[in-house]
């Protein structure tokens, strides 16, 4: 029994350290596997950052440099591409005292722009480390849009061209006309390349279809251009006037002081309206609009106002050539019925007239004798027989 208990004694010693090695041992095991964690997080974090090659290179012929721009510059200036190439991106590096904080990247920058990191502190130990910047092939791009001939067209076909970083107008060898067969070409610019790697992209047999017959063809609008009224101002001989490019048709009377009217005309495919008061101090304006189909010309002055000079001290306004005509006041004629006066002069009987009258003959035939007689006297007193 003895030897039980002093086996057990030596059992009961032992057991606690078995305890402890294998507490140990865990701790290690535990240790290693996190640190294996912590490496392997690093490892993705690196082979994904901005900062490795293999970011870089993402695109088809994708070419970066790496530009040593340090914590003292306020910005990295973008140069100009390379002939032939475009900027795909930029990555401005972080410096390896900012904790936290993330590489700044800008995709597609542009030539002659300044660009900052975000989080950039000069006062801050590490600001960033360096710039990379890089850069794909440019590409050409081009399209052609076909216009078949039509009555709406007037059977006139036509291309359009677009695309980029190419040369306009495409080469067009061959008529463009109905029933006709073209080849066009573009041509890269810039030192770009078409997809494939070529300098040009060739459109081959471009047809057009034949005209198409029995069209009513509507000539297309033609452009007018309004020509400036002038404004005649009034004086005491004369009345306002607005004089537009043609005779007016007049629309309306309007009465005043100077019998002024409202006109509009229809000239050349421009249809004039003048408003307002042409009198001394009133205000017109003249308006104009194309007449359909007619069209305005691009630019064309369709309006135009103007306030005529007051005029004073002037009782009447005459229209120029005009003389007033003035009418003599009527006269009624008076008819006087003349009274007869006998020869004596003094008013009598018929009888007492005719021996009045009787004696005046008398008496002159007396007086004829005595003058007679007086012609036949000689001078010395002689009469002659």
Known sequence: MGNWGKDMGNKIVKRPALRRLATFVATLGMLAMSSGV????????????PNQEGYWETLPGEVCDKTDVGAESGGYLVPSAPEGMEWSKLIIKKGSGNIGVENQVFESPVAGEVYTWVGFDPKQSGGWSHTILCAVPLVATAEISVTQPSCANQNTPAIEFSGENVDFPFEVDGTVAPGETVTVTASASGGALFEGGGTTKVFDDVVFDDAEEDCDIVSPPEDVTPVAPVFIDPDCSTEPQVVLPE???VDEEVPSKLGAVVMAADVDGVHYEVSGDIVAGGTVEVTASAIEPAVLAEGSETFWTHTFADVADCTEVLPPGETPTVTPPAVTPTVVTPTVVSAGLLPGSESVRGDRG?????????LMLVAAGLGMVRPGGAVRV
């Open 247 to 249: 005779p007016t048709v």
């Open 38 to 49: 912590a490496l392997m997080a690093t490892a993705t974090a690196a082979e994904e950052g």
């Open 358 to 366: 009787l004696v005046l003959l008398a008496t002159g035939m007396l």
